[in-house]
T-cell receptor
Framework: RKEVEQDPGPFNVPEGATVAFNCTYS??????FFWYRQDCRKEPKLLMS???SGNEDGRFTAQLNRASQYISLLIRDSKLSDSATYLC??????????FGTGTSLTVIP | NAGVMQNPRHLVRRRGQEARLRCSPM?????VYWYRQLPEEGLKFMVY????????ESGMPKERFSAEFPKEGPSILRIQQVVRGDSAAYFC???????????FGQGTRLTVV
């Protein structure tokens, strides 16, 4: 079983739409959680950390549900520049980062 | 504070040659991770190192691949006797402490011809 699972999409949404991604993780001992974004053939870049209390950064909101072992990312008022692959990341006690395979988002004019 | 630096950005090797990929972590970061990404696929963990120690190499093939992070100098990922299947983007990331976010270099794109 994979450590982190994501719906690969693709998600195609119009500008201004709200879109949500979910990610599930298998190990209840997982310690830290992040969302990264990766543009085509470039390096992943940290989008935001995910905290148990939930956190918001502008149009982006991340939630963590430890009981159900899932993480979510909500993007409001989608922009063309949001088009990318969004990677869910989980760490375990050994500090290894486990990446999901990513969810592809295309925002359409 | 410069980001994670990887070189070379592009590397072409003939089958059977050796490939050496370098990664200089961000200043103050002592944790280094190497990942491989095949075309149209996700990031696959290879190895996690701290200064002079390999912490977890469970994702690295047992043969031909090795990694080090010496006391001085960059981390090196070495691939001996490369084969076509080694063609991929190799990303390095670093973090300052356990369970904190990691920052990625721009990657080395290895092409084996």
């Amino acid at each position: 079983r994979k450590e982190v699972e994501q719906d690969p999409g693709p998600f195609n949404v119009p500008e201004g739409a709200t879109v949500a991604f979910n990610c599930t993780y298998s190990n209840s001992a997982s310690q830290s959680f992040f969302w990264y974004r990766q543009d085509c053939r470039k390096e992943p870049k940290l989008l935001m950390s995910v905290y148990s209390s939930g956190n918001e950064d502008g149009r982006f909101t991340a939630q963590l549900n430890r009981a159900s072992q899932y993480i979510s990312l909500l993007i409001r008022d989608s922009k063309l520049s949001d088009s990318a692959t969004y990677l869910c990341v989980v760490t375990l006690t050994g500090n290894q980062f486990y990446f999901g395979t990513g969810t592809s988002l295309t925002v359409i004019p | 504070n410069a980001g994670v630096m990887q070189n070379p950005r592009h590397l072409v090797r003939r089958r059977g040659q050796e490939a050496r990929l370098r990664c200089s972590p961000m200043k103050g970061h002592s944790h280094v991770y190497w990942y491989r990404q095949l075309p149209e696929e996700g990031l696959k963990f290879m190895v996690y190192l701290q200064k002079e120690n390999i912490i977890d190499e469970s994702g690295m093939p047992k043969e031909r691949f090795s990694a080090e992070f010496p006391k001085e100098g960059p981390s090196i990922l070495r691939i001996q006797q490369v084969v076509r299947g080694d063609s991929a983007a190799y990303f390095c990331a670093s973090s300052p402490r356990v369970n904190t976010e990691a920052f990625f270099g721009q990657g080395t794109r290895l092409t084996v011809v």
